[in-house]
């Protein structure tokens, strides 16, 4: 599913908080996911099977799986939905979640997130536009989608902001 273009000033907050002085000058030339989409499986193997396929067709500019450090062990699911709410709560997307570099994500401190999926970041090569490929999986994603609303709560900047923000419906007119 095609995912919105990402907003000039969510561009520009992060490449602050996450590229510059971090990254080779411009900082703007590392935000590859202006343009995305989420890919939903069932199966981690599914997943593994559609990033090789990406990588045969598209010139595959960065790779972060935010899986690659988990151990394996048996969870229930009110386990990982408590787990998912606590990562939202914390505010641990205050350096943007999708933007914590594979190398970085070690598991300690502030990149221990509980959201996990893996971005692809492309490049076509008859148009050279990089877009990134959210791959994860499909119950990772209905949390993701419930907790939408709160994650866009934690981000906002200053109470202004909250004024026009509707959690369970629009203002009627």
Known sequence: MPGPVKLDQRCRDKIVADYEGR????P???LFDILRCCVVLDDPYAMAVLIA???????VVRIKNRFENDEVEEVSAEQIQC???GAETQGEDTQSNSTISTADSGGGGHNAKMYRDVLVNIRDPDFGLICEVQITLSGIAILKKSEQKIYSIIRMASAEELQE???FTERNS
Do not use: I, N
């Open 28 to 30: 703007a030339a590392s």
């Open 53 to 59: 396929y990406l990588q045969k067709r598209f010139d």
């Open 83 to 85: 787990e998912f709410y």
């Open 23 to 26: 990254e080779p000058w411009p």
């Open 165 to 167: 923000t509707f959690v």
